[in-house]
């Protein structure tokens, strides 16, 4: 018989070890899913991991889409990291992500047309305010009411959900769009858009602020004492109450900077890449980026290459749909399996594996 | 204009019932795990991979009855691997409920692919004889699939088997204090288990009710949150399984008013009205967890706790 024996500090060994096992099988798994389907699971991995970067016939499209896709997914993950370590829990980062482009979009069609410097600075403040504000509403009533946070964020995102079709068939549609619903185009805006950065580097102002806000991360919860009180507050907190954390404030301040950085990631991808206000412009990444989170260990640093390891399967996904007729919903199971490994592994790093004798019942 | 005169009560009353009988399925079901002492947040998940399997068995074999057989086994089947993850790997519960829902959704996806836009058979409505007949009450309670009664049976066998049973006495003491039932001999794991797979098979069975019933039809994503509602609607239930029906009534209510007021070409634009649902789960668990309403919550000891019997 197996039995499980709690160590007494999680393995820092199997801490690294489990994401990368975890992918590993999950890639596994995943062949076993595409031939289920009918596909060569061989080609499909390939497609999906090593095609995007080194095949010289996509490469020169899918690299780029590398640092967009990755860009948003670290952005939010980085802030969710934060709360997850201290027990938070924002799952509603998809809803602080639409308002923060709303209210981004916002600013740039108010100004419309007129060229100011300060306009794409405006909507970097809209946006994060947007998204501080959406998450701004679980934090309040999870402090004075003691409403669980993590069902009234994810409710808000149908809300958030619903506004966003209503802005995009109503306020904000485009006057000279001839009745099709979705907004002007911000990226044609010269003095609202989020260009490329560099020419076919994919990175923009959203990638540049991703990097910014993971070394912010990184002090704030490793050498900063509200990072100590993050993570008393999440393993110990009747602990953390007698060191002098107050709850409240840590819900407030978590709560807030992820859905922050939620709403930059929605403002930047909304002035760049997805281009205007439309009915399906949040396509999922601030669910995906909760597994990017976990994939990262809830460390800034992993949760940079679990970024680029996630926009790495939506490219590849993307691609493996196109040339092998993939459907496109196998990607999302893909990343459920992934955080299920990822979940399932995490035994190895909090327990010792012992064989035990069958008289130890 | 306002049109409030096409609005009939009594149709409205009856579809309520139906509106309802999704959510108050995954609740109850939800409301024995959390009895249990365990949170599982993949009831969104569950309610449809439910939907689908239910949907894709009921197509294909022509009978509704077997879409919603196997719309139960297909939600406990998944739930196993929420079951696996938190019992038997330890794994953060909250994190393995999302992992269930994300999975969830993709899955469905999946599987669902060929049945877009194709019609599932047909559940016959229940004849009560002269019953159906009634004026009035009738419509509103006689004349449904069997589905709805079902779950309002459902609900009484979970009320009994919670209150007057050997069998729910262990669950709930597991619930409420696992080292003690532990130490008296119960099982926790085993127990915790079979509540996840009943969890499962009801939110199967809610899903598949949307898929078959309801709709009827298949589309990705189609149960919209209903998981989430559910979940809310046992923390407004005070975990009481007939304040469970209470409160899927209103629920039911609330989405059929809003439907029947966006028919009437109310003033407000469609999707405002479409977010009310989700605005008043808000509303109820703000007035449920605050203040004096909270004492009387009486959420089960060890919810959400990981229990590891050490030696």
């Known amino acids: 018989m197996l039995r499980l024996e709690k160590r007494p500090q999680p393995s820092a060994a199997w801490g690294w ?88 979009a916002a600013v740039a069609l108010a100004f419309f047309p007129s060229p100011g410097w300060y306009i794409f600075p405006l909507m970097v403040l809209a946006g994060a305010f947007g998204g501080w504000a959406w998450a701004m509403i679980p934090a309040i009533l999870k402090t004075r009411f003691n409403t669980n946070e993590i069902l009234v964020s994810l409710l808000l995102v149908y809300v958030a959900e619903k506004i966003l079709a209503a802005m995009a068939t109503g306020r904000m549609r485009n006057p000279d769009g001839a009745g099709f619903p979705g907004s002007r185009n911000i990226a044609q805006y010269p003095a609202a858009s989020n260009p490329e950065l560099i020419a076919n580097s994919g990175m923009h102002w959203g990638v540049v602020t991703a990097f910014i806000a993971v070394i912010f991360a990184y002090i704030l919860l490793h050498k900063h004492i509200l990072g100590y009180q993050v993570q008393l507050a999440g393993q110990a907190p009747r ?28 403002l930047f991808e909304v002035a760049g890449p997805a281009r205007m206000i439309s009915i399906d412009f949040n396509v999922g990444y601030g669910f995906t980026a909760i597994i990017v989170a976990f994939l990262g260990r809830l460390h800034p640093v992993g949760i940079v290459l679990a970024g680029l390891l996630m926009a790495l399967t939506y490219i590849g996904g993307e691609l493996a749909q196109f040339m092998l007729g993939l459907p496109s919903a196998s990607i999302q199971v893909f990343q459920g399996m992934l955080l299920f490994f990822l979940l399932a592994f995490d035994v190895l790093s909090n327990y010792r594996i012992r064989f035990a004798r069958a008289e130890a019942a | 204009m306002i049109d409030l005169s096409s609005i009939n009560p009594v ?97 469905s996806a999946l599987l669902g692919q060929g049945f877009v836009g194709v019609s599932p058979p047909r559940t016959p409505r229940l004849d009560f004889g002269w019953l159906t007949e009634l004026p009035v009450i009738g419509p509103i309670l006689f004349r449904h699939d069997p589905m709805v009664y079902v779950s309002l049976i459902l609900v009484a066998a979970v009320w009994y088997f919670l209150n007057y049973s050997r069998g729910g006495r262990i669950l709930r003491a597991v619930g409420e204090n696992h080292e003690a039932a532990h130490a008296l001999g119960y099982n926790v794991r085993r127990v915790r288990i079979l509540a996840i797979a009943f969890g499962g098979a009801c939110a199967g069975l809610g899903g598949a009710y949307l898929s078959l019933i309801r709709v009827p039809q298949w589309t990705e994503g189609m149960t919209a949150g209903a998981g989430w509602i559910a979940l809310a609607l046992v923390v407004f239930s005070s975990w009481r399984p007939w304040r469970v029906v209470l409160g899927a009534y209103l629920f039911g209510g609330i989405i059929v008013l809003q439907l029947n007021l966006q028919a009437a070409g109310f003033r407000i634009p469609v999707e405002y009205l479409a977010m009310s649902p989700y605005l008043v789960t808000i509303l109820v668990l703000v007035v449920m967890s605050s203040g004096r309403a909270r004492k009387t919550l009486a959420a089960p000891g060890s919810l959400g706790r990981p229990f590891h019997a050490s030696g």
Do not use: H
């Not at chain 1, 899913?33 to 499909?44: R, S, T």
């Not at chain 1, 953390?240 to 930059?264: Q, W």
């Not at chain 2, 894709?56 to 074999?61: C, F, H, N, R």
């Open chain 1, 239 to 266: 602990a953390a109450r007698f060191a002098g954390v107050a709850p409240a404030r840590l819900v407030v301040l978590c709560l807030g900077l992820s859905g922050a950085l939620a709403g930059l990631a929605g």
């Open chain 1, 17 to 104: 070890a489990t994401p990368v096992l975890a992918v590993a099988l999950t890639m596994v798994a995943g062949g076993i899913l595409f031939a289920a389907l009918g596909k060569d699971p061989f080609a499909a991995i390939k497609m999906i991991f090593w095609d995007p970067l080194f095949n010289p016939q996509f490469a020169s499209y899918s690299r780029p889409q590398l640092l967009v896709k990755a860009g948003p997914l670290i952005l939010i993950a980085v802030g969710l990291a934060i709360g997850f370590r201290a027990g938070i829990w924002n799952i509603g980062a998809e809803g602080q992500y639409i308002i923060g482009a709303l209210c981004g």
């Open chain 2, 11 to 107: 149709v409205l009353a009856a579809a309520l019932m139906v509106a309802a009988t999704p959510i108050l399925l995954a609740a109850i079901g939800e409301l024995v795990v959390e009895k249990a002492g365990v949170l599982n947040l993949g009831v969104e998940g569950m309610m449809i991979t439910g939907a689908v399997t239910g949907f894709a068995v009921a197509v294909m074999t022509r009978d509704p009855y077997l879409g919603l057989l196997a719309a139960a086994v297909g939600g406990a089947t998944i739930s196993l691997i929420f079951a696996v993850l938190t019992q038997v790997m330890m794994a953060n519960q909250v994190a393995s409920g999302l992992a269930l829902t994300l999975f969830g959704l993709g899955f």
